[in-house]
């Protein structure tokens, strides 16, 4: 079913994982902001808004580390899945597709210094994520979600002038015209700004809430960078159990370490702390619904996680990246049908500004789609219309077989480099090919990599 390799086309089982990680993707990002509406009793005995960003972010990292157990789970049972082989012949793993055992070796132990370093981007994840919904409380899921596309933006300076990795100028187009989007987007919420209070008089600051998130999409840019530059290394690690360090490291952090110093600093919370962890116990306690609610967002950043691995490897990483991009369309989408179908208490409406967000929308999707050219999914500037007469060459970039990316190594030399699976799909065009170019020189030395089946198993 499904094909018969990495990348090689769209089946129904393809078409079918895109969707449900889609669907996921969307929960995550409309489950935050639903649960940072909803009301309940807190310990002071007055009804009021969820408004609680840090326990959001804690439950994020706690879905991650779900994924521990799904690593677990696929080593003691030898499940195929993306990253893992597993031998039989020699009582290890077993190999994961059309590879046989005797041209499989056995995948090395992950090093101890690993898990520890993880801790690192488990930082910067934690502070982008802090701000962002810090962000989120302020504004509308889909003006959230068009923001978080801004990392482009800072990827892009980091890339050229601290790591070294010069962009074409087709690039500098894309990231222009992403600037453009920002700069719509964030008018749209600076025209649609109304004077109304929130919840107990509390008076929302959309361009507060659009600052914080720009600067969310900063830190989470130099997560990105520090990736790319430091953690590019020979070490073989399943997906799976990164996602799984990185949830655990920030659980850590943010329940151990955030939590307390945002406890004993002032601010608008009951007892006017920070944020008061008794307040969030209290309301969790006394809202049932709010408990669904939160198992929901915990269940879909956890299948989002595992999904977005398999649509990297069912199809290919250009294709994760198109996921990442069909995200505003579907969260803005389901937002507007949930207020105008569903309930009025959530959602977001249709305003007379909602037109100048929309073209920044479309001016965000073709600044992404030309930065990641000449790859599936993107534009060409070849000096039409569509590429506002502007005229690059491509043809040192051309996309190379995806059947023959490496996902399970075979030798030892070529191991597969960490890649986080959160690392930025706007940073792939440079690096892609010089990837490939590396891959090309191993296979010319005789190096092999194993063809692994995207058949039903993924189904």
């Known amino acids: 079913m499904g094909g018969s390799g990495h990348g090689a086309g769209c089946g129904i089982n393809e078409i079918i994982v895109f969707v449900l990680a889609l669907v996921a993707g969307t929960g995550c990002s409309l489950t935050s902001k639903v649960l940072l509406d909803m009301e ?9 808004k969820f408004e609680k960003p ?20 696929v080593v003691m049972f030898k499940i195929p899945f993306p990253g893992y082989v597993h031998k039989t012949s020699r009582n290890g793993y077993s190999a994961v597709g059309d590879v046989d055992d005797d041209e499989v ?43 978080r ?8 300076i980091l890339k050229h002038f601290a790591l070294g990795d010069k962009l074409r100028g087709f690039m500098w187009v894309g990231v222009w015209w992403n600037v453009v989007s920002i700069i719509l987007v964030g008018a749209t919420v600076i025209l649609s700004a109304t004077p109304d209070d929130g919840e107990g008089g509390k008076q929302k600051d959309p361009l507060r809430g659009v600052l914080l998130i720009l600067a969310g999409a900063f830190v989470q840019s130099l997560q990105y960078a520090f990736e790319e530059k430091v953690m590019s290394m020979e070490v073989s690690a399943p997906p799976l159990l990164l996602i799984g360090m990185e949830g655990f490291w920030g659980t850590v ?8 110093v945002c406890y004993n600093l002032p601010g608008a919370d009951v007892g006017g702390v920070m944020e008061n962890p008794y307040d969030t116990w209290a309301m969790m306690e006394n809202s049932k619904d709010l408990q669904v609610m939160f198992l929901w967002y915990f269940l ?15 199809l290919n ?76 060459d491509y043809s040192d970039m051309e996309d190379e077989d995806e059947e023959k990316q490496v996902l399970v190594p075979i030798d030892d030399a070529a191991a597969a480099p960490y890649q986080s699976p959160y690392q930025s799909p706007f940073m792939t065009p440079n ?9 090309r020189a191993a296979e010319k030395q005789g190096k092999q990599f194993t063809k692994v089946s995207r058949g039903g198993s993924f189904a």
């Open 40 to 48: 309940s009793v807190g310990m002071d005995g007055e009804m009021k």
């Open 54 to 73: 840090l326990f959001q972010t804690l439950g994020m990292f706690v879905g991650m580390c779900a994924a521990l157990f799904l690593h677990a789970g």
């Open 105 to 147: 070796e056995e995948q090395k132990p992950v090093p101890i210094w690993m898990y520890f370093l993880l801790l690192i981007p488990s930082l910067f994840d934690l502070a982008a994520t802090a701000l962002c919904m810090m962000g989120l409380m302020e504004v509308e899921v889909s003006i959230y979600q068009m923001l």
């Open 149 to 156: 596309g801004s990392a482009i933006i800072f990827v892009a």
């Open 253 to 260: 952090v943010c329940a151990f370490v955030l939590y307390p």
């Open 300 to 314: 879909s950043i956890f299948f989002y996680n595992a999904l977005a691995v398999l649509v990297t490897f069912m």
């Open 317 to 392: 990483s250009v294709w994760h990246a198109i996921l990442d991009n069909f995200r505003p369309i579907t969260v803005w989408g389901t937002d507007l049908f949930i207020f105008y179908f569903v309930t009025k208490s959530f959602g977001e409406e249709w305003t007379k500004w909602s037109f100048v967000q929309l073209a920044g929308l479309f001016v965000l999707l073709y600044g992404t789609a030309v930065y990641n050219a000449p790859h599936a999914g993107s534009i060409k500037l070849d000096g039409g219309v569509l590429s506002c007469f502007c005229k690059f």
């Open 431 to 439: 690096t892609r090919a010089k990837r490939d170019k590396e891959r």
